[in-house]
């Protein structure tokens, strides 16, 4: 696609339920990122996928994360038993490797009620 | 531990002055430097990059400083307008991610 697009755009959910998010990146982007912006903060960055490599995961603030991205492309990005502190903006990007500019999507605003 | 500082936190300029917001890292190994805007709703873009092995570059009204030997490095944007209202971010590329500052917002007053 002409960029990089993300779903939900908005999501409400309750303290202890599982949510999934989604990125779909630029077509032919080896590398995806995903950052997680708190309100009013920078990015804290969270994991990174380069190809068929092993994903970078030393972001992931706790066990209850997860991501994955299926055939090189679509990545989805799991938070289990949410908690409010979690509540965000979660935003993917792509870029052709780790030495270029990245393009990121619009986000997904996570709330945890 | 923050990778980059950024400094300030908010700015408000005239119509037509210069912004200048500044970021200092430590690790000398970084070779890559990142300016990201961000308006409301939407993902941070990027704006104007710069390597180690220039001191300056310019695009348009946007400027990069680099201070290698201070380890500093600086945002300029002259003739400012009300369309510059925006957050911008600047990054430090790792060894396998972008290190992004806290964020700076910029208001423009006509």
């Known amino acids: 696609g002409a960029g990089v697009s993300q779903s939900p755009s908005n999501k409400v959910t309750e303290k202890g339920k599982d949510v999934e998010l989604r990125c779909d990146p630029i077509?032919?982007?080896?590398?995806l990122y995903w950052y997680r912006q708190s309100l009013g903060q920078g990015l804290e960055f969270l994991i990174y996928?380069?190809?068929?490599?092993?994903?970078?995961k030393s972001g992931l603030p706790s066990d209850r994360f997860s991501a994955e991205r299926t055939g090189g492309s679509v990545s989805t990005l799991t938070i289990q038993r949410t908690q409010q502190e979690d509540s965000a903006v979660y935003l993917c990007?792509?870029?052709?490797?780790?030495?270029?500019?990245?393009?990121f999507g619009s986000g997904t605003r996570l709330t945890v009620v | 531990q923050q990778q980059v500082k950024q400094s300030p936190q908010s700015l408000i300029v005239q119509k037509g002055g210069i912004s200048i917001i500044n970021c200092a890292y430590e690790?000398?190994?970084?070779?890559?430097f990142p300016w990201y805007q961000q308006f409301p709703g939407k993902g941070p873009a990027l704006l104007i990059a710069?390597?180690?092995?220039?001191s300056e570059k310019k695009e348009g009204r946007f400027t990069i400083s680099f201070n290698k030997s201070a380890k500093q490095f600086s945002l300029h944007i002259m003739d400012s307008q009300p369309g510059d209202s925006a957050t911008y971010f600047c990054?430090?590329?790792?060894?396998?991610?972008?290190?992004f500052g806290t964020g700076t917002r910029l208001t423009v007053i006509p």
């Open positions: 990007a792509s870029s052709w490797d780790r030495s270029r500019g990245y393009t």
């Open positions: 077509s032919g982007h080896t590398a």
């Open positions: 996928f380069q190809g068929n490599s092993a994903p970078d």
């Open positions: 690790n000398t190994a970084f070779d890559y």
């Open positions: 710069i390597r180690p092995d220039v």
């Open positions: 990054a430090v590329l790792g060894a396998n991610n972008l290190f």
